[in-house]
């Protein structure tokens, strides 16, 4: 008998610059963006919160893992391997980012529409069911500097926890 591979905590947190950067720039983050969820999408919300047991829900949030991206171009892609809801703040940390260069783009799935969401200097906000949302960041040109954080639930740890 083949035996189950059970979920665990990857927690690069736990590292003294990653806790630093944790501390100081996530850890209050995370429940303001996810009482904005909560009021926007209350049903994803809780089956995302019943979707995973409370050691792997960040802050008491139903999200389970963040990404942090420092100018990082993307292709177009769904984030399939989400559960639920994503919430993503992307900053112009350099104020120097030229028109277009770094944004986040939403395409409508036959392509024949996309908007080009610009950063701004406070920051832009995103949130939504990104498993059904076609999404890229582009490229970041010349000296500015973009940095995006990104919430979520992973599909993978949802799926450990069902089958334990």
């Not at 720039?25 to 429940?31: E, F, I, K, N, S």
């Not at 944004?103 to 024949?112: E, G, P």
């Not at 940095?147 to 949802?158: F, G, K, M, P």
Request: include cysteine.
């Amino acid at each position: 008998m083949k035996k189950l591979k059970k979920p665990y905590k990857l927690n690069a947190w736990e590292h003294k610059d990653g806790k630093a950067f944790y501390d100081t720039h996530v850890a209050d983050l995370l429940p303001a963006a996810w009482r904005v969820m909560v009021e926007r999408y209350p049903t994803l919300c809780d089956q995302m919160l019943a979707a995973v047991p409370k050691r792997y829900q960040m802050e008491g949030t139903g999200f389970t893992k963040v990404t942090v991206a420092w100018n990082n171009p993307t292709p177009l892609h769904y984030d399939d391997q989400n559960f639920g809801l994503t919430f993503l703040i992307a900053f112009d940390i350099s104020g120097t980012l030229p028109p277009g260069s770094g944004s986040h783009v939403l395409c409508d799935t036959d392509l024949a529409v996309a908007v080009q969401v610009r950063d701004t200097q406070g920051g832009v906000v995103t949130l939504g069911d990104y498993r059904r949302c076609l999404h890229a960041n582009r490229a970041v040109h010349g000296s500015g500097e973009r940095l995006i954080l990104t919430a979520y639930c992973s599909r993978t740890l949802v799926d450990l926890c069902a089958k334990a």
